[in-house]
């Protein structure tokens, strides 16, 4: 296993999944820019990356990540996850519904230094925003 595909499964297993905030000095840069889809703008630099990562996390304080797959090359790694919750806190202005949610996506992480410089997230945010019902589903 690749450097890039090990500290990527660590980004999702233990600082996300079990919400470790100490692993993020470990393997995250200074200057990271994480690329979302909630976000209009990149994430940068590693403070407002937790920051970000942390309000998510506090909307469903039972998080549970799981890494479905990860491969890379060089310096980079895919990481296919599924992430499963229940909306009980705020999330992002959205009061807590109490739904429970599963939302899927893939993520590519580069690492330089051993450490995560940028992160590219595509995930069925429309799909968590239906199932929290705040945009209708179609039919």
């Known amino acids: 296993m690749s ?33 979302h889809p909630s976000s209009p703008t990149p994430i940068t630099p590693r403070a407002a990356v937790q920051g970000f990562l942390g309000a998510f996390r506090a909307g469903f304080p039972d998080m549970h990540m799981v890494v479905e797959d990860a491969f890379g090359s060089g310096d980079k790694a895919a990481v296919r996850w599924h992430m499963q919750g229940t909306h009980t806190e705020n999330l992002f202005g959205i009061p807590p519904t109490g739904k429970a949610v599963s939302v899927k996506g893939i993520s590519v992480v580069r690492v330089a230094d051993g450490k995560i410089v940028e992160d590219w997230v595509s995930e069925d945010t429309m799909g968590l925003m239906q199932q929290l019902g705040i945009v209708p589903t179609m039919g």
Do not use: H, P
């Open 3 to 35: 450097d890039a595909v090990s500290i990527g499964r660590r980004f999702f297993e233990e600082l996300l999944g079990k919400g470790d905030a100490s692993v993020a000095d470990e393997i995250l840069a200074d200057n990271i820019v994480m690329y």
